[in-house]
């Protein structure tokens, strides 16, 4: 079994400057790193006033040379609130300057606040997210792509660089669901569970 660390818990105090907190964490990272530890994971929220939640890929890259072969994880990116192409070129990146230690986890979201902010709604969440995951994978796959989706729409599209880890970065789903944990399932390569979610409420298909 490994363990890693949720930063977040570290930067979350309104009352101090973030980049104070920052410093902090590196050295967190720190302590990690020598003792063993398999993983840190940066959450994403937008707007998140009075609470802080700093942008997950800046500070996976300024964690990227402190934490030797720890694992960086996008834990969770709330995926349907952006452009996959966007994404798809973030994740190459971080996954270069970390050299193949990304994994990417993802998330439908669910603040209106957010999703408002994207044309969205609650309803387009999982379609956005399954597009999304099929664009990112056809990028990554260094090929010329053509993509005709409900939301999105790309012709012509190639990468000029692709991730170092084949075919791409682990993608993990978040789930809190029997449905989300059938769609980790078959979008993804593993299921991020919630800390709320207890092992006696995990489905079937998770506990086989």
């Not at 930063?7 to 590196?26: E, G, N, T």
């Not at 890259?61 to 349907?80: K, S």
């Not at 990554?140 to 729409?153: A, F, L, N, Q, V």
Request: glycine share 8%; charged share 20%; with cysteine.
């Amino acid at each position: 079994m490994d363990f890693g660390l949720y930063l977040r818990s570290f930067m979350s105090d309104p009352a101090r400057p973030l980049h104070q907190q920052i410093d902090d964490v590196v050295e967190v990272c720190h302590i990690a790193r020598d003792s063993g530890f398999a993983a840190v994971t940066v959450p994403q929220h937008w707007v998140s006033h009075p609470t802080v939640w700093p942008a997950p890929f800046p500070m996976l890259a300024r964690l990227a040379p402190e934490t030797g072969d720890m694992r960086l994880v996008a834990g969770i990116l709330l995926l349907p609130l952006h452009n996959p192409l966007d994404v798809a070129e973030s994740v190459a990146t971080l996954d270069h300057i970390s050299k193949g230690r990304f994994t990417l986890g993802v998330g439908l979201g669910y603040r209106e606040t957010e999703l408002e902010a994207v044309g969205a709604t609650r309803k387009d969440r999982v379609p956005r997210l399954r597009e999304s995951i099929e664009i990112m994978k056809l990028l990554w796959s260094g090929e010329t792509m053509d993509y005709e989706g409900r939301y999105w729409k790309v012709h012509n599209a190639r990468m000029g660089f692709t991730p170092v880890q084949k075919p791409n970065p682990p993608i993990w789903i978040a789930s809190q669901s029997d449905g989300a944990a059938r769609r980790a399932a078959k979008l993804g390569d593993g299921l991020y569970l919630a800390p709320q979610v207890g092992f006696d409420d995990l489905p079937p298909l998770v506990q086989a």
